[in-house]
């Protein structure tokens, strides 16, 4: 039985895996991981039921300095994800210079009075000498309770970060259900399935003027799921870009998805998708609304 509950967010710099790890915590796909820069864009909570406790995991956008609405919105998602849970994850590669976007999420853990644990990421990438410095530099930075070094990719130190985690669980009812892995709606997480294969497929000027809305997702008496698609871009330049030719592109990511969606559902899927224009979606309050997105 749950006796006691962790929230916890996880905070860095864009593309330091922090969605991976969310993924490996709870050992379901919950978060798209690509290699480009704000692959996450909203927050993604996820729950994972160890033994007596129920760990909530938060993840955040990767912080940056905000260009368009889209990215005050994300800055936004993480000051309040810094703020009010038991403990905040800063994730930094293993790179001996604190960086300007660590220096700010250290200073809002420093603000807020939070618990913080550096997990430094990646460290089958360097030699244990290079790591030591590493960590001597952050140490000097600020007093973590614990600094736990992982490969999220690999699986490697998320056991030893568990455990560090739930010491930080307080006593208490859990907060979700046995079967509740995370609160994203199932039209959301398809919605992110397409887009991962978009920013895995396409070159990167055109990644962070994609959007996904699913304007349709129905079952069959049969199970079959139906689902349809609008991918939006900023430019019409890149509508043709995203078709290929001959729709090349299109129908590569549209198959990249579907296997993805159907072994998410657990059924077969049916996927249509459409490529429209909506110049600069991302400093609109409205298309950010619709598109899963809140704005001021």
Known sequence: MIKKTAMVTISGRPNVGKSTLLNALVGEKIAIVTNKPQTT????????NRDETQFV??????????????????VKIIRESVADVDAVILM?????????QERHLIDWIKSNG?????????????????????IALYQAAHAFDA?????????????????????????????????MITDQPERQIVAEIIREKLLLCMQKEIPHGIAVEI????????????????????????KGMVIGKQGAMLRTVGEMARKD???????????????????????????????????E
């Open 41 to 48: 864009r909203n927050r993604i909570l996820a729950v994972l």
């Open 57 to 74: 995991f938060i993840d955040t956008p990767g912080y940056h300095a905000p260009r368009t609405r889209l990215g005050d919105y994300m």
């Open 92 to 100: 930094v590669e293993p790179i001996a210079n604190i960086g300007v």
């Open 114 to 134: 939070v618990p913080s644990v550096l997990v430094i990421n990646k460290i089958d990438t360097v030699k244990k000498e290079e790591l030591l410095e590493v």
């Open 147 to 179: 600094i736990v070094p992982i490969s999220a990719q690999m699986g490697d130190g998320v056991a030893e970060l568990i455990r560090v985690l739930d010491g930080y669980a307080l006593e208490g009812p859990q907060l979700f259900p046995d079967d």
């Open 215 to 238: 304007t349709k997702f129905s079952e069959r008496d049969d199970g079959i799921i139906d689902v349809d698609a609008a991918i939006y871009v900023e430019k019409a330049s890149h």
């Open 261 to 295: 969606i159907e072994r998410f559902m657990g059924t077969k899927v049916y996927l249509e998708t459409w490529v429209k224009v909506k110049e600069n979606w991302r400093d609109s309050a409205h298309y950010l609304r619709n598109f899963g997105y809140t704005s």
